[in-house]
């Protein structure tokens, strides 16, 4: 019963409109500004910036990782996001060029950097869309498009019962910001979504959401501090790379 009534008492935050507009845009030359104003900043492209040279970039760990995708979705969507992540990396860590950045993976499936412990990677997909996410402490990330979902559990959680009665219209958006939480909160500990969803972490954590472009909502968790964050359209076509 503790436990229940600790959940209950969190409550969702609200939902900050974002959209691609110029101020949001980011060109990578622009990153270290970003990262030096901000604890975590996240940057949102789609599958429609995949370029088959990113290939190119991913080292032969990755390639081999590349081809045992069955479909060409799940090939585009893993070379896109780690080459993505290595450019992002590179005026952060003064790398000469993103292939010297080496990426690993954690026995719980979080990427990380090699050699590089103090800065932390969350990665969400949904969609043609990716969310990459980079922090000066650990963070979760979930990033989900608005559709149809079956709701039973997630209105089962705790944190459901704190949002205010609305139009019906609104119920699905709602359903998909709870379980971006749930997802992110996830990620944050290392948990099996389903056992968050009455959990009690959700005192102990900070969210922050978006509604991106009237469709997609967006969430990070971090720990009991509060973070300064940017969200970010990556432009990379006004960029000198990839």
Request: charged fraction near 25%; glycine fraction near 4%; charge should be neutral.
């Amino acid at each position: 019963m503790e436990d229940q009534n600790t959940a209950m008492k969190a409550i969702p935050p609200p939902l900050r409109s974002w959209s691609e507009k110029s101020i949001n845009r980011c060109i990578f030359e622009e990153i270290p500004v970003y990262w030096e104003a901000n604890d975590v900043i996240s940057f949102i492209t789609d599958l429609d910036m995949y370029q088959p040279s990113l290939y190119d970039i991913l080292d032969n760990s990755e390639k081999e990782q590349e081809q045992k995708f069955k479909t060409e979705y799940f090939k585009k969507r893993f070379t896109l996001s780690r080459s993505l992540l290595k450019f992002i990396l590179k005026p952060i860590l003064g790398a000469d060029t993103p292939t010297d950045i080496m990426l690993a993976k954690e026995n719980k499936g979080r990427v990380i950097i090699s050699g590089v412990p103090d800065i932390f990677i969350s990665l969400s997909y949904s969609g043609t869309y990716i969310v990459i996410t980079l922090g000066k402490q650990k963070t979760g990330c979930d990033i989900e498009v608005v559709r149809p979902v079956k709701a039973k559990k997630i209105t089962s959680c705790q944190i459901f019962t704190n949002y205010r009665l609305t139009h019906e219209r609104e119920f699905l958006r709602q359903i998909i910001h709870v379980w971006t939480l749930v997802e992110s909160c996830a990620k944050l500990y290392d948990e099996n979504p389903y056992t968050i969803l009455n959990s009690c972490l959700f005192k102990n954590t900070n969210f922050v959401s978006y509604c991106v472009n009237e469709h997609l909502i967006f969430s990070i968790a971090s720990g009991k501090k509060q973070l300064a964050d940017a969200l970010l359209w990556l432009d990379i076509y006004d960029s000198g790379e990839p």
